[in-house]
């Protein structure tokens, strides 16, 4: 990957830029807050690397952000906007509240400042002003608010949201820029119904089976959506933690502290993009994206099969990375993507609209990967299911927090669980968490992974474990104790083999003090 250095470096420098831009405006839009300081303006090459900085470690520009830009939005007058989300459908307004932070050598008398929503090209879709008024020293000072209704916006689409302050009076204050302030924001506009079906001739799986690799042999076309908790991680190092800011320092330093990657790249020309508005780097329209995706690693297959939206790594362990890549399998086409398009669609504009633009590129006469590969070669990004996902496995519980679902407890990652409700209501012991199989399992016990983050809130103290042969009839307790007080696995073992369709966990006290049960992973015992 040699001969993507410069993309790389660009292409993460651009998430770095966007990461920095918030950071600042944030501390900009907050009332009282005295300043800001950043860790550094150029890399640091000590204590491992640390390429923190918009600069090189000799104060050069490495490329990827001007001086001008960066002044838009880190100067003694910056424009601010007060923007609840960057993804808006054309049923939707957008809404904003516009500020400016003005710390400039005096107040600014008769400010005029000027707004528009804009295309690449410059062409203004919405204007607007405000009437001149006294811009004081200091921050978050509001300067009004701008409804947009989006209905006749073209989409799918980037905008740009543009904000100018300027004094109206010819006499300039000392300092002051004679063009004023201005500073943006990207905003994309989506349709609000976008048809995701599946196009006659393609076949969608999530797993690459006999069945699948039989399609390809004999030259059709596959999508595989391969689920992104069923990525394979690396063996030596875990799963790829993927994430949406830059890496702070570096891996090596801090102990592979996530996130692990630089954004992502890919070419906003290729066709797979005709329907799906991006740059050649991370922007915040693929937060949707990557926060729901696995990161596949791609090092075992061809040298010259490059994926076709790729995960920077971190420079220190530098592995081919991918959220899609296409290849051809036998006499058939292959393209795998490892971003979830399947869940919960309707809530989400942005893998909707990816959904349909890949849809559309394998259906056009476009997708025709060179790159052959081996259906087992292909198989080599997946993890094999987990006795769990075998059995059909599924979890209920009586509570729980959002963001901490049951089904964090059989996700294969340690660092999910699951959490009863600690809001209002907040319910108290006793709390129970179900486990349903597809079919009657003969189990011999059940191991229980407490949460692991050094909090003790959620411990499960005193337990009891039910058996059913149908989810509705439990009978006797097939096990009862105390766990000990530590983050330590939980094995409990049956006196003799039970055959369950369903295990109900009971926690009827709790080591912390509140009452609450959690648990990070929950798994079976399937041998003796």
Same mark, same amino acid.
Request: charged share 20%.
């Given at each position: 990957?040699?001969?993507?250095? /410069?993309? %790389?470096?660009?292409?993460?420098? !651009? ?48 490329? *990827?952000?001007?001086?001008?830009? *960066? ?9 601010? +906007?007060?923007?609840?989300? $960057? ?15 003005? %710390? ?11 707004? =528009?929503?804009? &295309? ?53 204050? =000392? ?42 042999? @004999? ?34 330093? @801090?102990? &592979?502290?996530?996130?692990?990657? #630089? ?8 066709? #797979? ?7 050649? *780097? ?9 926060? =729901? ?9 061809? /040298?010259?099969? !490059? ?19 296409? +290849? !051809? ?21 942005? !893998?909707?609209? %990816? ?7 394998? +259906? ?23 006795? #769990? ?39 108290? %012991?006793?709390?129970? #968490? ?9 189990? *011999? ?10 909090? /003790? ?15 509705? $009839? ?13 983050? +330590?696995?939980?094995?409990? /073992? ?35």
């Amino acid at each position: 990957m040699l001969d993507q250095a /410069r993309n %790389f470096l660009f292409a993460s420098g !651009r998430l770095q830029t966007l990461c920095y831009k918030e950071d600042i405006e944030s501390a900009l839009r907050t009332p009282g807050m005295a300043g800001f300081q950043l860790l550094d303006l150029h890399d640091f090459p000590g204590q491992g690397t640390a390429l923190v900085g918009v600069l090189d470690p000799f104060w050069e520009s490495k490329g *990827y952000v001007a001086p001008d830009e *960066y002044r838009r939005f880190c100067n003694s007058t910056v424009p601010l +906007a007060r923007l609840a989300k $960057r993804v808006f459908t054309t049923a939707e307004r957008l809404e904003a509240d516009l500020e400016v932070a003005h %710390f400039g050598p005096v107040p600014l008398t008769n400010a005029v400042v000027a707004w =528009r929503l804009q &295309r690449d090209d410059d062409h203004v879709l919405a204007h607007g002003d405000f009437a001149p008024a006294l811009l004081p020293l200091g921050n978050a000072h509001r300067l009004g608010h701008i409804g947009i209704d989006l209905g006749p916006v073209p989409a799918p689409a980037r905008y740009r949201l543009v904000v100018r302050v300027k004094p109206s009076t010819a006499v300039l204050p =000392r300092g002051f820029e004679p063009r004023g302030f201005v500073n943006d924001w990207d905003v994309w506009v989506y349709p609000p119904h976008v048809p995701t079906e599946i196009p006659p001739g393609i076949t969608v799986v999530e797993d690459l089976d006999a069945q699948a690799e039989s399609v390809l042999n @004999t030259g059709g076309t596959v999508l595989w959506l391969l689920p992104p908790d069923r990525v394979k991680p690396d063996p030596q190092l875990g799963k790829v933690a993927l994430g949406f800011t830059s890496i702070f320092w570096n891996t090596a330093w @801090t102990g &592979r502290q996530p996130p692990h990657t #630089l954004g992502i790249l890919c070419d906003p020309d290729h066709p #797979l993009f005709s329907r799906f508005p991006t740059e050649a *780097y991370s922007n915040w329209q693929w937060w949707y994206l990557v926060s =729901r995706a696995g990161a596949m690693i791609l090092d075992d297959l061809p /040298r010259n099969l !490059r994926p076709t939206v790729q995960v920077i790594d971190d420079w220190v362990t530098n592995r081919k990375l991918g959220l899609v890549f296409e +290849a !051809r399998v036998g006499s058939g086409k292959l393209l795998v993507c490892s971003v979830d398009l399947t869940s919960q669609l309707e809530s989400d504009p942005v !893998r909707r609209q %990816f959904r349909r633009s890949l849809l559309d590129y394998l +259906a056009s006469g476009r997708f025709d990967p060179l790159i052959p590969i081996t259906a087992e070669q292909a198989r080599q990004v997946s993890a094999p299911p987990s006795p #769990l996902e075998k059995l059909g496995a599924r979890l209920r519980a009586s509570s729980h927090q959002p963001g901490h679902e049951p089904a964090l407890a059989i996700d294969g990652n340690p660092a999910t669980l699951w959490h009863t409700a600690w809001g209002d209501p907040m319910p108290s %012991f006793p709390h129970e #968490l179900t486990l349903e199989l597809n079919s009657l399992t003969r189990l *011999y016990g059940l191991t229980f992974l407490p949460r692991q983050d050094n909090n /003790r809130n959620g411990w499960i103290k005193d337990y009891t474990l039910h058996a059913s042969s149908d989810g509705t $009839r439990w009978g006797e307790p097939v096990a009862a104790g105390t766990f000990a007080a530590d983050a +330590a696995l939980k094995t409990v /073992r049956f006196p003799i083999p039970i055959t369950a369709r369903s295990v109900r966990l009971t926690a009827r006290s709790g080591h912390a003090n509140g009452p609450w049960a959690s648990l990070a992973e929950l798994g079976l015992l399937l041998e003796p």
